[in-house]
């Protein structure tokens, strides 16, 4: 059974950063696609950044340039740095994997098999 934990969550100013972490427990294969996901009250969820096996990344259009999604596949934890942080990005946070290349499952949610339960970020003006 593959368990995902986030944490690394908190409040911050516009302009701050913050570095979250998903650690992987069970079978996780470094080809599985991970990703992070975001979902603000009263919005859907929204994809926020994907990472291969391999290390190639993909990101959502509201946060490029500014978040950055690692992996460390012999930890088997996942990486999202957040820089430049604005009021918009204020979200529960979670994290995902799928057995799937990001290829294939990129954003769609319903595509990945496993969750975490989420940790809040709260961006304040």
């Known amino acids: 059974q593959v368990q995902l934990v986030e944490s690394g969550g908190g409040s911050v100013q516009s302009g701050g950063s913050l570095r979250l972490s998903c650690a992987a427990s069970?079978?996780?294969?470094?080809?599985?696609?991970m990703g992070w996901f975001r979902q603000a009250p009263g919005k859907e969820r929204e994809g926020v950044a994907t990472i291969e096996g391999d290390g190639v990344t993909k990101y959502g259009h509201s946060v490029k340039g500014r978040f950055t999604i690692s992996r460390d596949n012999a930890k088997n934890t996942l990486y999202l740095q957040m820089d430049s942080l604005k009021p918009e990005d204020t979200a529960m946070y979670y994290c995902a994997a799928a057995r799937y290349w990001c290829t294939v499952v990129g954003f769609s949610g319903r595509e990945y098999n496993y969750w975490g339960q989420g940790t809040q970020v709260t961006v304040s003006s």
């Open positions: 069970g079978y996780i294969n470094s080809d599985y696609c």
